[in-house]
């Protein structure tokens, strides 16, 4: 969907004078951003995400001088209505040729001719109409620059990711109180759902119950509770796993290999730590007992759903920093013919100057219910 900033004020402009920074330090002339969680963070207004040629939303970010933006007529209404950076904003309605369109913008951002810095993710046929528009351009993959910029987050970031992740801590509350043997699994579902929202994220839990949605909870029930919402486009990502009646010794020794992973890597986390050497430890914490970490144990959290920079695995050569936002989710598939069934704790955690601090303290022990 079109997301505008609204009520609340990011500071747009210091993000793009960071970036034109990055441009002069590798000759480029320009930054695009197509649709999607960039050109949100840079100009506080996206349109909707599909590429070209669905949607065709996007903007030159020049070394120097204005930004300038592009959308259909829907989307330009939407941006009327927030507080967004791109004043040059051009207009074009569905079925209108926009090659001329994006020839000019090129033209008139001085970058035709030069060098662009592009999105590693920008749609194959929004690539091809740049190169079509403007056939002397050489194409530089900037996305290494824009994820060093996003992955630390600012103080109203922080807020706002704090907001989210209490939200997810709600929702595990919730499901802990109502996810009892008998339960109509409907009602466990919009209980979590409803104390997310009660807390003002936009949530998105419901596809963990879609196993138990039509039936009621049985003795043996295991909800990997998997709690994402986003308050004022900020996300959280978190997990607790709830074991409804009987629990097996396998089973229990299994979270308890997880417990105990989880708090050797939060020992280790602060500035100065490779990603990659916290993902090899999970590795290894784990495969000692004989089970698999079969997943990445973390990823970072903030605009929107998705995962995003620093991703924790095995090659990355990013370094913990003061500002970043991650989880860590060390965890075990448990067999189970029917269906994807892990059994994890995952945890978001803001990195200090100091260490790290805990965003989603809600209880990690084992959370049975009869």
């Given amino acids: 969907m079109g997301l505008v900033t609204k009520d609340i004020r990011h500071d747009h402009e210091g993000r793009v004078e960071t970036l034109r920074a990055r441009m002069a330090e590798q000759n480029v002339d320009g930054v695009y951003v197509g649709a999607g969680m960039n050109m949100f963070y840079f100009l506080g207004f996206t349109g909707y995400s599909g590429g070209w040629p669905i949607w065709l939303t996007g903007a030159v970010i020049p070394r120097q001088g204005e930004v300038i933006s592009f959308c259909n007529d829907m989307h330009r209404d939407i ?21 001329p369109i994006m020839r000019q913008v090129l033209h008139d ?47 109203l970031e922080i807020s706002l990711i704090r907001k989210a992740c209490a939200a997810s801590m709600a929702g595990f509350k919730a499901c802990h109180e109502t996810a009892k043997v008998g339960a109509p699994g409907k009602d466990v579902a919009m209980a979590v759902f409803d104390a997310m929202t009660a807390n003002g994220t936009i949530a998105s839990p419901m596809h963990i119950f879609r196993h138990f949605i039509h039936r009621n909870m049985e003795d043996g029930d295991i909800i990997c509770a998997d709690l994402g919402g986003t308050y004022r486009n900020y996300g959280s990502d978190a997990a607790r796993t709830i074991f409804v ?20 890597l939060l020992e280790m986390i602060g500035p100065g730590v490779r990603v990659e050497d916290i993902h090899d430890a999970a590795c290894r914490l784990v495969e000692r007992t004989g089970y698999r970490q079969p997943w990445r144990i973390g990823h970072g959290i903030g605009l929107g759903p998705s995962h995003e920079m620093p991703l924790l695995q095995y090659g990355s050569r990013v370094v913990c920093q003061p500002g970043m936002i991650f989880v860590i989710d060390p965890g075990i598939h448990y067999p189970d013919p029917q269906r994807d069934l892990p059994i994890a704790i995952e945890d978001a955690l803001l990195v200090t100057e100091d260490g790290h601090e805990l965003l989603t303290p809600y209880q990690p022990e084992v959370i049975t219910k009869q």
Avoid: C
């Avoid at 941006?79 to 090659?99: C, F, I, K, M, N």
């Avoid at 009646?245 to 050797?264: A, E, N, P, V, Y």
């Fill in 79 to 99: 941006a009327a209505y927030g507080q967004t950076l791109a004043t040059d904003l051009r207009t074009h309605r569905d079925g209108d040729d926009v090659l």
């Fill in 109 to 155: 951002a001085g970058v035709r001719g030069g060098r662009l810095g592009i999105e590693a993710n920008l749609w194959s046929a929004e690539r091809s109409l740049i190169a079509e528009a403007a056939p002397s351009l050489e194409f530089v993959d900037f996305q290494d620059a824009i994820d060093d910029l996003r992955m630390v987050k600012d103080k």
């Fill in 245 to 264: 009646g009987s629990m097996s010794d396998d089973l229990k020794r299994i979270h308890d290999i997880i417990l105990d992973t989880r708090l050797q």
